[in-house]
Protein backbone atom coordinates (compact mmCIF):
# COMPACT_ATOMS: atom_id res chain seq x y z
CA UNK A 1 0.00 0.00 0.00
CA UNK A 2 1.52 3.38 -1.57
CA UNK A 3 0.91 5.77 1.52
CA UNK A 4 3.12 8.29 -0.60
CA UNK A 5 1.83 8.98 -4.59
CA UNK A 6 4.26 10.89 -6.85
CA UNK A 7 1.49 9.52 -9.95
CA UNK A 8 3.06 11.68 -12.95
CA UNK A 9 6.79 9.74 -13.57
CA UNK A 10 8.12 12.30 -15.93
CA UNK A 11 7.28 16.14 -16.55
CA UNK A 12 9.17 18.69 -19.44
CA UNK A 13 8.33 22.56 -19.33
CA UNK A 14 10.47 24.99 -21.39
CA UNK A 15 13.09 27.22 -19.17
CA UNK A 16 11.88 30.12 -17.28
CA UNK A 17 8.13 28.50 -17.11
CA UNK A 18 7.05 27.11 -13.70
CA UNK A 19 7.01 23.57 -12.90
CA UNK A 20 4.44 21.61 -10.76
CA UNK A 21 5.14 18.75 -9.14
CA UNK A 22 2.73 17.11 -7.09
CA UNK A 23 2.17 14.62 -4.61
CA UNK A 24 -0.74 12.72 -2.56
CA UNK A 25 -0.95 10.88 0.79
CA UNK A 26 -3.14 8.58 2.59
CA UNK A 27 -2.01 8.55 6.01
CA UNK A 28 -3.58 11.72 8.22
CA UNK A 29 -0.99 10.51 11.00
CA UNK A 30 1.93 12.68 8.29
CA UNK A 31 2.95 15.87 9.98
CA UNK A 32 5.54 16.46 8.02
CA UNK A 33 6.74 16.87 4.33
CA UNK A 34 9.48 16.94 2.35
CA UNK A 35 10.98 17.55 -1.15
CA UNK A 36 14.05 15.67 -2.10
CA UNK A 37 16.06 16.40 -5.82
CA UNK A 38 18.36 13.51 -7.07
CA UNK A 39 20.57 13.36 -9.64
CA UNK A 40 21.74 10.09 -11.50
CA UNK A 41 24.16 8.27 -9.06
CA UNK A 42 24.02 10.38 -6.34
CA UNK A 43 22.03 10.70 -3.29
CA UNK A 44 19.03 12.58 -2.89
CA UNK A 45 19.54 16.22 -1.65
CA UNK A 46 16.78 18.03 0.58
CA UNK A 47 15.21 21.05 -0.97
CA UNK A 48 12.35 22.08 1.03
CA UNK A 49 9.91 21.17 3.84
CA UNK A 50 6.80 22.35 5.57
CA UNK A 51 5.34 21.20 8.76
CA UNK A 52 1.07 20.39 8.54
CA UNK A 53 0.32 23.12 10.65
CA UNK A 54 1.65 25.73 7.81
CA UNK A 55 0.04 25.58 4.32
CA UNK A 56 2.86 27.10 2.82
CA UNK A 57 6.57 27.38 2.32
CA UNK A 58 8.86 29.62 0.75
CA UNK A 59 12.87 29.05 -0.03
CA UNK A 60 13.57 31.66 -3.08
CA UNK A 61 12.38 29.74 -6.69
CA UNK A 62 11.05 27.28 -4.67
CA UNK A 63 7.78 26.97 -3.01
CA UNK A 64 5.41 24.19 -1.20
CA UNK A 65 2.24 23.66 -0.53
CA UNK A 66 0.30 21.92 1.36
CA UNK A 67 -3.33 21.25 1.30
CA UNK A 68 -4.28 18.78 4.68
CA UNK A 69 -8.00 17.76 3.73
CA UNK A 70 -7.05 17.21 0.14
CA UNK A 71 -3.75 15.32 1.28
CA UNK A 72 -2.47 16.86 -1.28
CA UNK A 73 0.63 18.72 -1.66
CA UNK A 74 2.81 20.51 -4.63
CA UNK A 75 5.99 21.87 -5.15
CA UNK A 76 6.50 25.03 -7.24
CA UNK A 77 9.47 25.61 -9.23
CA UNK A 78 9.77 29.44 -10.63
CA UNK A 79 11.41 30.23 -12.85
CA UNK A 80 12.87 26.73 -13.86
CA UNK A 81 16.13 26.44 -15.05
CA UNK A 82 17.93 23.34 -17.00
CA UNK A 83 19.92 23.26 -13.80
CA UNK A 84 16.48 21.89 -11.90
CA UNK A 85 16.61 18.53 -13.97
CA UNK A 86 16.66 15.74 -11.88
CA UNK A 87 14.55 13.52 -10.16
CA UNK A 88 12.42 14.77 -7.72
CA UNK A 89 10.65 13.09 -4.25
CA UNK A 90 8.20 13.58 -2.09
CA UNK A 91 8.56 12.18 1.29
CA UNK A 92 6.29 12.46 4.60
CA UNK A 93 6.90 11.19 8.25
CA UNK A 94 4.93 11.24 11.28
CA UNK A 95 6.54 12.05 14.93
CA UNK A 96 8.28 9.29 16.00
CA UNK A 97 11.86 9.19 17.72
CA UNK A 98 13.52 8.04 14.55
CA UNK A 99 11.01 10.04 12.24
CA UNK A 100 11.38 7.50 9.45
CA UNK A 101 10.39 9.12 5.81
CA UNK A 102 8.22 7.41 3.56
CA UNK A 103 8.72 8.62 -0.25
CA UNK A 104 6.87 8.57 -3.78
CA UNK A 105 8.37 7.10 -6.14
CA UNK A 106 9.80 10.59 -7.74
CA UNK A 107 9.08 12.31 -10.49
CA UNK A 108 11.22 13.15 -13.39
CA UNK A 109 11.28 16.76 -14.05
CA UNK A 110 13.09 17.84 -17.37
CA UNK A 111 13.73 21.50 -17.95
CA UNK A 112 14.22 22.47 -22.06
CA UNK A 113 16.76 25.27 -22.66
CA UNK B 1 29.23 21.14 9.20
CA UNK B 2 28.18 17.08 8.60
CA UNK B 3 29.82 15.39 6.24
CA UNK B 4 28.29 11.53 5.51
CA UNK B 5 30.35 9.20 3.59
CA UNK B 6 29.22 5.59 1.94
CA UNK B 7 31.24 2.83 0.05
CA UNK B 8 31.96 1.85 -1.88
CA UNK B 9 30.16 3.52 -5.30
CA UNK B 10 29.63 0.47 -7.07
CA UNK B 11 30.40 -2.89 -6.16
CA UNK B 12 29.73 -6.31 -8.43
CA UNK B 13 28.72 -9.53 -6.59
CA UNK B 14 27.90 -12.75 -7.48
CA UNK B 15 25.12 -14.30 -6.02
CA UNK B 16 25.37 -16.43 -2.44
CA UNK B 17 28.61 -14.04 -1.60
CA UNK B 18 28.33 -11.79 1.90
CA UNK B 19 28.21 -8.15 1.64
CA UNK B 20 29.14 -5.29 3.78
CA UNK B 21 28.43 -1.85 2.94
CA UNK B 22 29.93 0.73 5.26
CA UNK B 23 28.57 4.77 6.47
CA UNK B 24 30.10 7.20 8.57
CA UNK B 25 29.11 10.34 9.58
CA UNK B 26 31.19 13.18 10.83
CA UNK B 27 30.39 16.24 12.35
CA UNK B 28 28.01 15.40 15.01
CA UNK B 29 27.01 12.93 17.55
CA UNK B 30 24.19 10.64 17.86
CA UNK B 31 22.84 11.27 14.79
CA UNK B 32 19.66 8.85 13.94
CA UNK B 33 21.05 7.09 11.03
CA UNK B 34 19.49 5.16 8.03
CA UNK B 35 19.79 2.38 5.18
CA UNK B 36 17.41 2.64 2.07
CA UNK B 37 17.56 0.68 -0.90
CA UNK B 38 15.96 1.96 -4.58
CA UNK B 39 15.18 -0.49 -6.85
CA UNK B 40 15.14 0.11 -10.50
CA UNK B 41 12.27 2.68 -11.11
CA UNK B 42 10.60 2.45 -7.41
CA UNK B 43 11.05 5.40 -4.73
CA UNK B 44 13.13 4.51 -1.60
CA UNK B 45 12.44 2.27 0.32
CA UNK B 46 13.62 2.00 4.74
CA UNK B 47 15.69 -1.00 4.90
CA UNK B 48 16.93 -0.09 8.92
CA UNK B 49 17.06 2.66 11.29
CA UNK B 50 19.01 3.20 14.52
CA UNK B 51 18.58 5.93 17.59
CA UNK B 52 21.70 4.82 19.22
CA UNK B 53 24.88 2.39 19.27
CA UNK B 54 23.84 -1.39 18.85
CA UNK B 55 19.93 -0.13 18.20
CA UNK B 56 19.03 -1.30 15.17
CA UNK B 57 15.09 -1.60 14.13
CA UNK B 58 13.80 -3.23 10.63
CA UNK B 59 11.30 -1.99 8.31
CA UNK B 60 11.47 -4.60 6.24
CA UNK B 61 11.54 -8.44 6.45
CA UNK B 62 14.72 -9.16 4.03
CA UNK B 63 18.19 -11.33 3.34
CA UNK B 64 20.33 -7.95 5.09
CA UNK B 65 20.67 -7.11 8.60
CA UNK B 66 22.12 -3.82 9.82
CA UNK B 67 24.40 -3.11 13.07
CA UNK B 68 25.73 0.09 14.55
CA UNK B 69 29.45 -0.85 16.37
CA UNK B 70 30.22 3.18 16.93
CA UNK B 71 27.57 6.29 17.36
CA UNK B 72 29.02 7.37 13.83
CA UNK B 73 29.02 3.87 12.25
CA UNK B 74 26.39 2.44 10.12
CA UNK B 75 27.20 -0.81 8.59
CA UNK B 76 24.40 -2.66 6.04
CA UNK B 77 25.42 -6.62 5.75
CA UNK B 78 24.46 -10.33 4.10
CA UNK B 79 25.81 -13.61 4.81
CA UNK B 80 24.60 -14.83 1.17
CA UNK B 81 23.26 -12.00 -1.27
CA UNK B 82 20.51 -12.68 -3.49
CA UNK B 83 19.92 -11.90 -7.11
CA UNK B 84 17.03 -9.60 -5.54
CA UNK B 85 19.33 -7.51 -3.69
CA UNK B 86 20.70 -5.51 -6.66
CA UNK B 87 19.53 -1.82 -5.90
CA UNK B 88 20.79 1.32 -4.91
CA UNK B 89 21.44 1.30 -1.50
CA UNK B 90 21.74 4.80 0.54
CA UNK B 91 22.58 5.43 4.12
CA UNK B 92 21.43 8.51 5.26
CA UNK B 93 21.65 10.39 8.94
CA UNK B 94 19.20 13.23 11.01
CA UNK B 95 19.79 14.79 14.20
CA UNK B 96 17.62 12.92 16.97
CA UNK B 97 13.88 13.57 16.23
CA UNK B 98 14.50 16.73 13.99
CA UNK B 99 14.11 16.79 10.24
CA UNK B 100 15.35 16.77 7.24
CA UNK B 101 17.66 13.23 6.79
CA UNK B 102 20.44 13.92 4.58
CA UNK B 103 21.81 11.21 2.22
CA UNK B 104 25.25 9.97 1.41
CA UNK B 105 25.63 9.12 -2.59
CA UNK B 106 24.89 5.79 -2.57
CA UNK B 107 26.12 2.35 -3.93
CA UNK B 108 25.52 0.16 -6.74
CA UNK B 109 24.85 -3.33 -6.15
CA UNK B 110 24.64 -5.31 -9.12
CA UNK B 111 24.34 -9.23 -8.21
CA UNK B 112 25.50 -11.76 -10.94
Known amino acids: DQQVKQNSPSLSVQEGRISILNCDYTNSMFDYFLWYKKYPAEGPTFLISISSIKDKNEDGRFTVFLNKSAKHLSLHIVPSQPGDSAVYFC????????????FGSGTQLTVLP | SQTIHQWPATLVQPVGSPLSLECTVE??????LYWYRQAAGRGLQLLFY??????ISSEVPQNLSASRPQDRQFILSSKKLLLSDSGFYLC???????????FGDGTRLSIL
Open chain 1, 91 to 102: AASSSGSARQLT
Open chain 2, 27 to 32: GTSNPN
Open chain 2, 92 to 102: AWSFQGFQPQH
Open chain 2, 50 to 55: SVGIGQ
